[in-house]
């Protein structure tokens, strides 16, 4: 059984500083891509981020781009996303994703299996 569970979510003051973690089971993760996309209240889920399957290639929203990083650790079957000068317009529910193919940050339909989020809220 596929399962992607997503931590290190939380409050966080503006220009602080979070790291994500994704962890899979239940398939390989060296044989998906894997990314993060994000949902705050209102307001359609987005894609952050991106990265091929074995690392070589990583994508980002034009908003994050600069602030955020993400990685993986085939080894450890985890991806993760390091926030830094995160920002009020950055609250949402994060959440991973798992792709066959190449995930596309603009289309929800690139994305195989989904985690079940993490809400990151920047407030001061």
């Known amino acids: 059984q596929v399962q992607l569970v997503e931590s290190g979510g939380g409050l966080v003051q503006p220009g602080g500083s979070l790291r994500l973690s994704c962890a899979a089971s239940?398939?390989?993760?060296?044989?998906?891509?894997m990314g993060w996309f994000r949902q705050a209240p209102g307001k359609e889920r987005e894609g952050v981020s991106c990265?091929?399957?074995?690392?070589?290639?990583?994508n980002y929203a034009d908003s994050v781009k600069g602030r955020f990083t993400i990685s993986r650790d085939n080894a450890k079957n985890t991806v993760y996303l390091h926030m830094n000068s995160l920002n009020p317009e950055d609250t949402a529910i994060y959440y991973c994703?798992?792709?066959?193919?190449?995930?596309?940050?603009?289309?929800?339909?690139?994305?195989?299996?989904w985690g079940q989020g993490t809400q990151v809220t920047v407030s001061s």
């Open positions: 239940g398939f390989t993760l060296d044989s998906y891509a």
């Open positions: 990265i091929s399957s074995g690392g070589g290639s990583t």
């Open positions: 994703a798992a792709g066959h193919n190449m995930i596309h940050l603009n289309s929800t339909l690139s994305v195989d299996y």
